[in-house]
């Protein structure tokens, strides 16, 4: 008996290659996505210290993470946005980003403040669990 395990790890060309990860992950139909970062194209956190701007450009990152997948928003089953901060105002300033681009696909999701992100200055992150259109195989 043998079985598929291929695992796909893949990088979005318009994204910075100064990460030491993959954007998304793929098995079959399964995209999950590293956590987006507001990274520009060169690397860099920006724009440092805007909670809004930054769920912009890592939203930006995200949707372009899960075309590398073949995916869209739409495909997304899930996310968890994380924003460094312990105001509640600061989280409803990213998460306002975040839904206005998920426009009507209102995909569960988790919001949560945290202490701290990986990079300095990083005040969003926002990773996604999607599925790949196409046709539903079942296994016989």
Sequence with gaps: ???????????????????PYAYAAAAGRLVLTAGACPLDAQGAVTPVGDVAGQARLVMDNLEAALGAAGCQVSDVLKTTVYVASSDRADLVAAWDVVRARFGDHDAPSTLLGVAVLGYADQLVEVEAIA??????????
């Design 131 to 140: 599925v790949r259109p196409g046709p539903v195989v079942l296994a016989r």
């Design 1 to 19: 008996m043998t079985t598929d395990r291929t695992v796909e790890l893949l990088r979005a060309a318009t994204l910075t290659d100064d990460v």
